[in-house]
């Protein structure tokens, strides 16, 4: 992972390090100060060279780190960090008694231990201490992590092994990874986390669970972690004997009340709960024929008197509608200002699901009374598992910038997200990470980039991906140039290599139902039409696409001006989102001077040759790094060049069926007809458990 | 692992290997001499503290390794290898030119691979070099592990995370674990791996699958290890598109011979097939009204053109038979004599099913024209998976010291299993194993040690299970005497323990159906009765026990004389299997002078104060290995006795309701009622997916 701390091996800068950092002052007493003394030790021990010394008064030169509160010395020092807020720190390199000291100051102890480890990343991509001058704090309140984790321990779309949390052996064992674990989070700012599925299993209330929930949650409090669950709407009926668990009637409120009481006297910093109710077969106020919004407030109630949040989902899409883009804004935008200042609208980047590439959702500037935060995907369900290397820093910055215009010019996503757009109560980003039992945590070992730019995007949006993909490769491998310029440009182009092989120019969801793996676009026949892909697809004899327009299912309606016009103008929708908006025909002129034919072709061959550039590239940074993890990539490599293939072969051969073009005579020929690759697909085993 | 090759910390033993093993010459240039290269160079680098000189020459001292053919020097010393065999070794310290040297000698290269693994084992211990004359060879032919690995990597009894076959990212990429796990393996002696489970999905022999298991078998073989596939009977419909799979048909033949073939062009020494025929629910020839021996003749036909081998499993249970102890013997024996010599029938070591205490298979004796081999468990199945620590070299010793009395007194098991007692065409003995991606690959680190037991002793089962322990616990923690001691006082008792604790005097498989962790002596109503526990104790008002005697099912008749007479009396039969063959009466005087009811109560008291025993060794070692495999097994030791207590109260509290008597003063009173006991079973949530 990221806190990989290797000795420096650029001289100079171990020698500037050894002078400024090898001794340390921490003021304060608190378990968190203790993380933060164990960090550095241990941290610095390993990048120096050679074990600090912790001091128990402050060093004439050296580190001084605490909160002004915990420190005269600090506080004589007079800083202003009325602008940190509780979570944020300063760094600074000051000068007295003619001599230098490297200051970390803060409003609370977290802010201490988040310093640290700035501090440590500082160190770990060898920057100079010279004038070091930081001030940071984290632009939204809640920085979650999502575990989709089953009690079973089989983590949905996860691919990197079993579940974290070994329940067999909890509350007794505390498993030194769940430490580790809130390390990483912690270095990252990741203030959150919800350890298990929305798909929710209703045994995570009861009482056995509860005390080994707890344990985890001491483990996660030094490290500024607030635990989470999932919560199954059903609860009170599963699991408390209750007929009913419908949000308005009062036995099933005190039932809440009553698991909200015995939650906090386990753990008193408990987060909250994050809700998937009414989607894909989980339980939700439906059945009462109450709202989202109503069953929200239920829970809010229950938890409001301890502090803790709701974080509702609003995934959710009703197989009867015609559109399932159109979905989630028709179902909360009539609810806006209903729900509990406790309640935490949590939409995900696009309308449909994760997609390679999807438009921004419309609810993102269309809640102005409601908390809405974000929720990213990590884990690779769409990108192709643990086997694929694909970076979503850029995917997760481009969803960030999108422009909604809520407020005209400039109102992005982020700053909807950031609270600043609507002044929001609460404010939040949330990803669904996939660590597992894997010795690398992520299986595919870039899959660990992806969760550390989600944190550090969590703490400031304004960062960018490849800034993001500098640190993360520096701490991670190595700060030598040689492998960090040419793996940054994998990493940088990953995302549209992914879009290009499987659905270019606003394809999407090309997929059979059920694992998300393999090209299927041919997928037809399932019980849910939303579930197939021809639904998402369209192709005909004429074109392919989804029209959204006004001719079509009038989606783009949810946007706001100019963005509606925008994407439903064929002439001034980009490339990226054509298909998204439009069934276009075959023969389209596109701004290449390709029709649309040649253009799909040309973008499913550029995908295969962009992932034959990242071997090579990868290829060529080999004996830079240890041969383990080299030859790991590569195999993955290896192997996403013939999932490339394949995902091309399918769908240029599928949709040739219906566009009756050749293929142009430069590019290779597909090596099988379409019913080999539709056989593949079928027969294909799926060997992991996650799989299907 | 027990390859844990610490730098040697008794400076004199140091001194005596630096001068001795710092000069290294290997003959030959096989892939399984440069294992050897390697294994020498790590080990011995780490062991020494300073790498070794591999040399393309003779050294003047140090060692020189390799086979006679390869090697004109070692040739030349004229040394008797003949007794050695194809895999045995010789180690010797020999005087030449003044000088001393360390040779390693073997027939073959394999055998130079295991000298390499026993003189690393030699200096992990701490023993001294001077006047070393080794030799060995193993006593039986297939030194075999299975594993019970599903293809979704789900491993069946494992708890040890998920399977260690990576199949999503085979045949591309070779795992580093492959080469460990052959390694461990090797260092052994264990030359055979089903790496399948038994429930055997057809698949494994699809082209696909067969590709990447290929790419297994190059990684074992340069370790000596044959790769086996446990086998579904139906294949040739399930895969083959045929509409049969009796074993007399030709067609059904002919496509065995095929994929015979098939697999043969991929794996030359391919080991055989395992298979489980018509036992719980596989499939198998009395489908056709065929026999064991025809359908297990069908598939040794295929394989025998390429030296391939047939384990068929004796585990057979009819659940319409009266006696399920009695089932294997009478369904095999009649068949003696009927079988192909590349057949070789996999006999568990008890009539049941891998229990705490069974007494011997009565086919072990019975099989006087069929090579039997001998399938013990490693994985913790019923000794409280990976919670539990219960090592089982004592188990295994018990079971191959056994006297069977087939040819009069001294006829064991071990004599039976490794051919000298019916001169067998082929030998054997088998254990299934439960590695997985558990960092430290087994769950519990101490179930490592019967692994480690079940290798040694089927190399040479006149070890004795307190010595391996010894060489386990030093190559694995420390030579520390201070820990060894205790440690192994430990794990000398933990199996009895487990036996006190759950199932004392011969009483027999008190667990539900599915898993088989807690206590559920009163699960009645089953699909099945030998699924039941109440089937096994036979507890009433009267007594408690299994009639096994001429009054009863008469199991004991297929014992040899005077072993039947002996388990048949009630007098003369051990305490240990008393209930296995005798309902005796709660008031019975026992030969400690209690009765049954009060020696029952002693023996579940005694197995709960042997764990308390096992909590206070272990922390009598703390600060003598590391802090993390310290806290672990103590908290694994902190939930042995949590359940130790609850298998102690549920049953004494349950047999109780039958005996109708009190349980004696001296006795700590269980906590709760066995309503309470009851309820827990039921309402226990088991939290890992294997776990049911």
Redesign the interface.
């Known amino acids: 992972m990221w806190l990989n701390y290797q000795t420096v091996d650029d001289s100079e800068r171990l020698q500037e390090y050894r002078a400024m950092l090898s001794d340390i002052y921490l003021a304060g007493g608190s378990e968190t100060i203790d993380a933060a003394k164990a960090e550095l030790n241990d941290g610095l021990g390993q990048l120096l060279g050679e074990t600090p010394n912790l001091l128990n008064s402050i060093p004439e030169a050296g580190v001084v780190a605490g909160t002004i509160q915990n420190s005269d010395w600090l506080r004589n020092l007079d800083l202003d960090l009325s602008r940190l807020g509780p979570e944020g720190y300063l760094i600074r390199k000051i000068d007295t008694d003619g001599r230098s000291k490297i200051i970390i100051a803060a409003n609370q102890d977290i802010g201490v231990l988040y310093g640290v480890f700035g501090l440590l990343r500082h160190v770990q991509t060898h920057q100079t201490l010279d004038d070091i001058s930081i001030e940071r704090s984290p632009k939204v309140e809640y920085r979650m992590v999502n575990h989709w984790d089953n009690?079973?321990?089989?983590v949905e779309r996860g691919y990197a092994?079993?579940s974290l949390w070994e329940?067999?052996?909890l509350p007794?064992?505390?498993h030194?990874r769940y430490t580790d674990y809130a390390r990483f989070n912690a270095s990252i700012g990741i203030n959150a986390s919800v350890i298990n599925n929305v798909n929710a299993d209703p045994?995570i209330l009861?009482d056995?669970?509860l005390e080994k929930v707890s344990v985890l949650a001491d483990v996660f409090r030094p490290y500024g972690i607030q635990l989470f669950l999932s919560i199954n709407f059903q609860s009170p009926q599963r699991i408390g004997g209750l007929d009913t668990s419908d949000p308005l009637n009062p036995d099933v409120n005190e039932w809440w009340a009553e698991k909200a009481d015995e939650i906090y006297e386990l753990i008193p910093d408990f987060g909250g709960f994050l809700v998937k109710a009414d989607s894909e077969g989980q339980p939700g106020p439906f059945a009462y024929n109450r709202t989202h919004a109503e069953g929200a407030n239920m829970l809010a109630k229950a938890l409001e008197p301890h502090g803790g949040m709701v974080v509702w989902r609003a995934f959710v899409y009703d197989p009867a509608q015609s559109d399932r883009f159109r979905e989630a804004y028709d179902e909360f935008v009539p609810l806006d200002g209903q729900f509990m200042d406790n309640v935490i609208l949590q939409v995900k980047n696009g309308p449909i699901d994760f997609q390679p590439r999807e438009p921004f959702s419309p609810l993102f500037g269309a809640m102005e009374e409601t908390n809405t935060m974000i929720e990213l995907q990590v884990t690779q369900e769409y990108f192709g598992?643990?086997?694929h290397l694909a970076y979503m820093g850029t995917l997760f910055t481009e969803a960030l910038q999108a422009d909604t215009y809520a407020k005209g010019e400039g109102s992005t996503v982020a700053k909807v997200v950031d609270g600043s757009l609507f002044d929001y109560e609460h404010t939040g980003m949330a990803a669904v990470i996939n660590p597992g039992?894997?010795?690398n945590w992520t299986g595919h070992p870039f899959v660990q980039s992806s969760w550390y730019a989600f944190g550090r995007l969590a703490w400031d949006h304004t960062l960018s991906a490849e800034q993001i993909a500098d640190e993360w490769l520096r701490m991670t491998f190595t700060n030598n140039i040689d492998f960090v310029d040419p793996v940054k440009e994998i990493m940088m182009e990953s995302r549209e290599a992914g879009v290009n092989y499987r659905m270019p120019l606003g394809l999407t969801h090309l997929y059979d139902q059920g694992h998300h793996y393999g090209p299927a676009p041919w997928t037809a026949d399932l019980p849910r039409p939303d579930w197939t892909a021809v639904y998402y697809h369209k192709a005909d004899d004429n074109g392919i696409g989804f029209d959204r327009t006004v001719t079509g299912s009038n989606a783009i309606e949810q946007y706001h001006e100019p963005v509606a016009e925008r994407f439903g103008d064929l002439n001034s929708v980009s490339d990226d989102y054509l298909l998204w908006f439009h069934h276009v025909g075959w023969d389209h002129e596109m701004n290449s001077g390709r029709t649309l034919w040649e253009e799909l072709v040309h973008k499913y061959y550029k995908g295969v040759e962009q992932v034959r550039g990242m071997q090579q590239q990868w290829e060529s940074i080999k004996g830079l790094i240890d041969s383990?993890r080299y030859?790991?990539v590569k195999?993955?490599l290896?192997?996403q060049e013939?999932d490339a293939v394949r995902w091309r072969d399918s769908c240029v051969l599928y949709f040739q069926s219906f566009s009756g073009k050749p293929i142009p005579d430069q590019y290779e020929k597909p090596e099988h007809d379409l019913d080999h690759y539709i056989e593949l697909e079928k027969t294909?085993?799926v060997?992991?458990?996650w799989?299907n």
Chains 1, 2 share one sequence.
């Open positions: 009690l079973d321990r089989l092994g079993l329940w067999g052996t007794e064992y505390k030194p045994e009861t056995q669970f598992f643990s086997q039992t894997d010795e383990e030859e790991h195999a993955l290896d192997i013939r294909k085993y060997p992991d458990p799989y």
